[in-house]
């Protein structure tokens, strides 16, 4: 392991506490009988707070809750690309950066980007960039920048339905929203938008898995798919289905938050 | 006319306020941005706050872990500050390492937290040379508009404050901690160090609370740490214009009066977050 | 990724050709490009394979060590796995040019295999939180012709079950410390089961159609593709949009079911094919790097 020098160390080893929990309140299954918390019901999302412009540096930012898990995004840009040996200048690059807060998650993580945040950097990319006129940005990036400050559940799903809030705040155009949402396969049972405990939950059930769609809701468009666990073929495709039902049901919500920017940003100047 | 003004000839038009004795944002000199406070919004992380100075807006959450005591203090527990600077905060930073300033800025906490004990470090042993408590404070800049320290400091002790502690055991027959997260407790908070920063516009002008566009035009920058019994803990000038030491006396008296209006928002948002439970 | 220019002109001949499902090279869309598997071909390895796919060359090699398992799931062994785009396959590899693509197929390499069934982790443990087999699985690109992912799982398939890891022997002595033994013998060794291993089918978004193993020519017409990694029962493990285009919902369905149509057919042959590779046993000529 390298030293990171540029950061105040702690002990070379630290463990989390919830290593050493009595064996009996480890986290539990995903339970059949049981309801969902808040007496959501299995094909609930959770309540969802939106916000856009919160980040006064920013081109265009937005801030995002849905039950505990919170994101904030902003974008800068677009500005002249930091690559120059790409092939293809004609249209726009989108960067993105997504990152999980080290205090976010029930285990402390590491300030240095891991494999996971990359991957979850690639795959928000590529969420957006069909949602993005990139060709209208020739030769230039627009960077976006996804913080989750508590993860619980579903951060990938919404930090696509986040970023794209905040292109649409920064002004960069669009063919559409990008609308994300995720979904928790147990046996026969689907959990929409499933919080951490849901997510991560162990389950033996042979048919069982975690999906996330990104969806344009106006051109009926998936931009993002995502899938893991093991499932058979036509629950997989059930679950598609569904997710895209939950993006549209998160549409009005984002839709207002958008408006509201825009009104604001429109307001004619005070009269003196 | 004035949009132009600001953008062509920043210095003069910031020094045309100032000869009025206001700033551009319509604060008086000596007047700090609205500060707001938010408490334990974090549920995942074992303390947390967020503080908004004006725009600027700063995010701790700590996260305790076990760890074995060094051999040269096997009587004390850890407490690691860190500060980052994410591209999200301004287009300043880049993404990677921590940049010059934000490594400064943990530094700074660090040092703070040292000299000024703000929690004794011996609280957080569990047991002598075997185990004892890691707090890793992390601090997350979401908006940077200038006097990030004096946020930082904030959010530090807000969050603090704010962290609970489940109780430790040690099983002596498998020598293995045990866990108990239903009783929590939390930390004594030994001191309630406040920092207040200054900017100096033209060696002479000083101004509270600079935004990032006065931080980038002033001459001189203070930071100015002061504890809740007027003791000064910390006084940082890295460089720039020299000042005479009454103009100084002024800063950490300013800094004595920042301290009780701090600590009092702290107590009040701690206190409505209890009774709203 | 190692890509190619194409004209529009060719652009519009390769569309048109999918569509009267006829590919440049007289494919049919849902066929394979001829395939060529050779097992145990690097000697100082536990386990590795070779596969070529039309031009897309792949070698696999497999080690397995000692080490400790993760908290978490004291009772497992685990599986790393590291992806080197050697510059010998395109240019644009050269220096760090691989890294990125390197980093991204094995991130979807973890994910395909993150699941319980895929292959049997309690048997790599030798002593539940003390020691547990890791086994390496490094995927070396001597050429790119497109379709890496397919390739490369069929290629890990393979050398997985061509993995021999030596038996150990946990002895206790008096004081209750344990020491770890290893078999003497070279042939007392455990095998891995790889009945549950799955494929990666890469389905290439061409038109209106879509297509199975897509050379470079073809991926270059296409915006979006499908990965679908499934195992022999037809259990879905891992499914990815990958590229910058949109899909639609309904196409999304075809593909899936397409994927798991195709991911289904290729699990039985190659079981047969390795099988009857191992029974020719020590006979067999070894074919090596210059078939």
């Given at each position: 392991?390298?030293?990171?020098?540029?950061?105040?160390?702690?002990?070379?080893?630290?463990?989390?506490?919830?290593?050493?929990?009595?064996?009996?309140?480890?986290?539990?299954?995903?339970?059949?009988?049981?309801?969902?918390?808040?007496?959501?019901?299995?094909?609930?999302?959770?309540?969802?707070?939106?916000?856009?412009?919160?980040?006064?540096?920013?081109?265009?930012?937005?801030?995002?809750?849905?039950?505990?898990?919170?994101?904030?995004?902003?974008?800068?840009?677009?500005?002249?690309?930091?690559?120059?040996?790409?092939?293809?200048?004609?249209?726009?690059?989108?960067?993105?950066?997504?990152?999980?807060?080290?205090?976010?998650?029930?285990?402390?993580?590491?300030?240095?980007?891991?494999a996971e945040e990359r991957d979850l950097s690639t795959a928000l990319a590529e969420?957006?960039?069909?949602?993005?006129?990139?060709?209208?940005?020739?030769?230039?990036?627009?960077?976006?920048?996804?913080?989750?400050?508590?993860?619980?559940?579903?951060?990938?799903?919404?930090?696509?339905?986040?970023?794209?809030?905040?292109?649409?705040?920064?002004?960069?155009?669009?063919?559409?929203?990008?609308?994300?949402?995720?979904?928790?396969?147990?046996?026969?049972?689907?959990?929409?938008?499933?919080?951490?405990?849901?997510?991560?939950?162990?389950?033996?059930?042979?048919n069982q898995g975690r999906v996330v769609v990104a969806l344009l809701p106006n051109?009926?468009?998936?931009?993002?798919?995502?899938?893991?666990?093991?499932?058979?073929?036509?629950?997989?495709?059930?679950?598609?289905?569904?997710?895209?039902?939950?993006?549209?049901?998160?549409?009005?919500?984002?839709?207002?938050?958008?408006?509201?920017?825009?009104?604001?940003?429109?307001?004619?100047?005070?009269?003196? | 006319?004035?949009?132009?003004?600001?953008?062509?000839?920043?210095?003069?038009?910031?020094?045309?306020?100032?000869?009025?004795?206001?700033?551009?944002?319509?604060?008086?000199?000596?007047?700090?941005?609205?500060?707001?406070?938010?408490?334990?919004?974090?549920?995942?992380?074992?303390?947390?706050?967020?503080?908004?100075?004006?725009?600027?807006?700063?995010?701790?959450?700590?996260?305790?872990?076990?760890?074995?005591?060094?051999?040269?203090?096997?009587?004390?527990?850890?407490?690691?500050?860190?500060?980052?600077?994410?591209?999200?905060?301004?287009?300043?930073?880049?993404?990677?390492?921590?940049?010059?300033?934000?490594?400064?800025?943990?530094?700074?906490?660090?040092?703070?937290?040292?000299?000024?004990?703000?929690?004794?470090?011996?609280?957080?042993?569990?047991?002598?040379?075997?185990?004892?408590?890691?707090?890793?404070?992390?601090?997350?800049?979401?908006?940077?508009?200038?006097?990030?320290?004096?946020?930082?400091?904030?959010?530090?002790?807000?969050?603090?404050?704010?962290?609970?502690?489940?109780?430790?055991?040690?099983?002596?027959?498998?020598?293995?901690?045990?866990?108990?997260?239903?009783?929590?407790?939390?930390?004594?908070?030994?001191?309630?160090?406040?920092?207040?920063?200054?900017?100096?516009?033209?060696?002479?002008?000083?101004?509270?609370?600079?935004?990032?566009?006065?931080?980038?035009?002033?001459?001189?920058?203070?930071?100015?740490?002061?504890?809740?019994?007027?003791?000064?803990?910390?006084?940082?000038?890295?460089?720039?214009?020299?000042?005479?030491?009454?103009?100084?006396?002024?800063?950490?008296?300013?800094?004595?009066?920042?301290?009780?209006?701090?600590?009092?928002?702290?107590?009040?948002?701690?206190?409505?977050?209890?009774?709203?439970? | 990724?190692?890509?190619?220019?194409?004209?529009?002109?060719?652009?519009?001949?390769?569309?048109?050709?999918?569509?009267?499902?006829?590919?440049?090279?007289?494919?049919?869309?849902?066929?394979?490009?001829?395939?060529?598997?050779?097992?145990?071909?690097?000697?100082?390895?536990?386990?590795?394979?070779?596969?070529?796919?039309?031009?897309?060359?792949?070698?696999?090699?497999?080690?397995?060590?000692?080490?400790?398992?993760?908290?978490?799931?004291?009772?497992?062994?685990?599986?790393?796995?590291?992806?080197?785009?050697?510059?010998?396959?395109?240019?644009?590899?050269?220096?760090?040019?691989?890294?990125?693509?390197?980093?991204?197929?094995?991130?979807?390499?973890?994910?395909?295999?993150?699941?319980?069934?895929?292959?049997?982790?309690?048997?790599?443990?030798?002593?539940?939180?003390?020691?547990?087999?890791?086994?390496?699985?490094?995927?070396?690109?001597?050429?790119?012709?497109?379709?890496?992912?397919?390739?490369?799982?069929?290629?890990?398939?393979?050398?997985?079950?061509?993995?021999?890891?030596?038996?150990?022997?946990?002895?206790?002595?008096?004081?209750?410390?344990?020491?770890?033994?290893?078999?003497?013998?070279?042939?007392?060794?455990?095998?891995?089961?790889?009945?549950?291993?799955?494929?990666?089918?890469?389905?290439?978004?061409?038109?209106?159609?879509?297509?199975?193993?897509?050379?470079?020519?073809?991926?270059?017409?296409?915006?979006?593709?499908?990965?679908?990694?499934?195992?022999?029962?037809?259990t879905v493990t891992c499914v990815r949009k990958l590229g910058g285009g949109s899909?639609?919902?309904?196409?999304?369905?075809?593909?899936?079911?397409?994927?798991?149509?195709?991911?289904?057919?290729?699990?039985?042959?190659?079981?047969?094919?390795?099988?009857?590779?191992?029974?020719?046993?020590?006979?067999?000529?070894?074919?090596?790097?210059?078939?």
């Amino acid at each position: 392991m390298p030293v990171d020098n540029k950061r105040v160390r702690g002990p070379e080893i630290s463990q989390s506490p919830l290593l050493f929990l009595p064996p009996d309140s480890q986290i539990s299954k995903v339970s059949s009988s049981s309801g969902r918390q808040g007496a959501r019901g299995n094909g609930d999302i959770r309540p969802l707070f939106a916000r856009c412009g919160l980040v006064s540096q920013a081109k265009g930012s937005a801030y995002l809750e849905a039950g505990n898990t919170k994101i904030i995004c902003s974008v800068y840009g677009p500005r002249e690309t930091e690559r120059k040996d790409e092939t293809d200048m004609k249209s726009g690059r989108l960067v993105c950066d997504f990152r999980l807060a080290p205090f976010s998650c029930p285990k402390r993580g590491a300030w240095i980007q891991n494999a996971e945040e990359r991957d979850l950097s690639t795959a928000l990319a590529e969420s957006l960039q069909p949602g993005a006129c990139l060709h209208r940005y020739p030769r230039a990036q627009v960077d976006v920048n996804v913080v989750v400050l508590e993860n619980d559940g579903s951060a990938l799903a919404h930090a696509v339905t986040c970023a794209s809030m905040a292109l649409a705040d920064a002004g960069i155009e669009m063919y559409d929203t990008v609308l994300g949402c995720a979904l928790r396969q147990d046996e026969e049972r689907c959990l929409v938008d499933p919080d951490l405990a849901e997510e991560r939950a162990e389950s033996s059930a042979e048919n069982q898995g975690r999906v996330v769609v990104a969806l344009l809701p106006n051109l009926n468009q998936i931009s993002g798919l995502q899938a893991d666990g093991e499932m058979r073929e036509d629950s997989l495709t059930a679950a598609v289905r569904t997710c895209v039902e939950g993006c549209h049901r998160l549409y009005p919500v984002v839709q207002q938050a958008i408006l509201r920017a825009v009104k604001k940003k429109a307001a004619p100047p005070p009269e003196k | 006319m004035a949009a132009g003004f600001k953008t062509a000839e920043p210095l003069e038009y910031h020094r045309s306020f100032l000869k009025e004795s206001c700033r551009p944002d319509g604060r008086d000199l000596g007047e700090f941005r609205p500060t707001t406070l938010n408490i334990g919004s974090i549920s995942t992380a074992d303390g947390s706050a967020l503080v908004k100075i004006g725009n600027t807006t700063v995010v701790c959450g700590i996260k305790a872990e076990l760890a074995m005591p060094t051999v040269d203090a096997p009587d004390k527990g850890y407490i690691v500050p860190n500060v980052d600077l994410p591209p999200l905060c301004s287009s300043r930073f880049r993404p990677g390492p921590p940049g010059e300033q934000a490594q400064a800025a943990s530094q700074f906490l660090a040092d703070i937290i040292d000299d000024s004990n703000i929690i004794k470090k011996e609280d957080l042993c569990i047991e002598k040379s075997k185990l004892c408590w890691v707090l890793y404070c992390d601090i997350m800049c979401l908006d940077y508009d200038g006097n990030l320290l004096d946020a930082c400091i904030i959010t530090l002790l807000a969050a603090l404050k704010n962290a609970q502690l489940p109780t430790v055991t040690i099983n002596k027959e498998k020598d293995l901690p045990e866990v108990d997260t239903q009783h929590k407790r939390h930390l004594h908070i030994n001191k309630h160090p406040v920092s207040s920063s200054f900017a100096v516009f033209d060696d002479e002008v000083i101004i509270v609370d600079p935004t990032t566009e006065e931080e980038s035009l002033a001459t001189a920058l203070i930071t100015a740490v002061t504890d809740e019994d007027d003791q000064l803990c910390a006084f940082h000038k890295p460089g720039g214009s020299s000042l005479s030491a009454e103009k100084l006396h002024d800063c950490i008296s300013r800094a004595v009066t920042r301290n009780r209006e701090i600590n009092k928002l702290i107590d009040k948002v701690t206190k409505s977050i209890k009774s709203s439970k | 990724m190692a890509t190619v220019q194409v004209g529009e002109a060719e652009k519009v001949y390769i569309m048109h050709g999918v569509r009267d499902d006829l590919r440049v090279d007289g494919r049919g869309c849902e066929d394979y490009r001829h395939m060529e598997i050779e097992t145990d071909v690097v000697s100082n390895t536990d386990g590795s394979a070779k596969v070529s796919l039309g031009q897309t060359d792949i070698l696999v090699g497999i080690k397995a060590e000692i080490g400790k398992p993760k908290p978490m799931v004291p009772d497992e062994g685990y599986l790393e796995f590291f992806v080197d785009c050697s510059a010998n396959a395109t240019p644009e590899f050269e220096g760090r040019g691989g890294e990125e693509l390197g980093v991204e197929l094995s991130n979807n390499l973890y994910k395909v295999f993150n699941n319980k069934h895929s292959l049997d982790l309690r048997s790599l443990c030798i002593c539940p939180g003390e020691h547990c087999w890791v086994l390496y699985v490094d995927v070396l690109l001597l050429q790119c012709d497109g379709n890496l992912f397919d390739a490369m799982s069929i290629a890990i398939k393979a050398a997985l079950f061509n993995t021999r890891i030596p038996k150990v022997h946990i002895s206790e002595d008096e004081e209750g410390g344990k020491e770890i033994e290893l078999s003497d013998d070279p042939y007392d060794c455990m095998r891995l089961n790889v009945e549950n291993v799955p494929c990666i089918v890469t389905l290439c978004k061409i038109g209106h159609r879509h297509v199975v193993d897509a050379t470079l020519l073809e991926k270059a017409c296409s915006v979006a593709s499908l990965l679908i990694s499934v195992t022999h029962k037809g259990t879905v493990t891992c499914v990815r949009k990958l590229g910058g285009g949109s899909l639609d919902p309904d196409s999304i369905f075809e593909m899936t079911e397409t994927g798991k149509r195709v991911g289904k057919m290729v699990h039985a042959p190659l079981m047969e094919l390795l099988q009857k590779e191992e029974s020719l046993g020590r006979e067999r000529t070894k074919v090596g790097f210059l078939a």
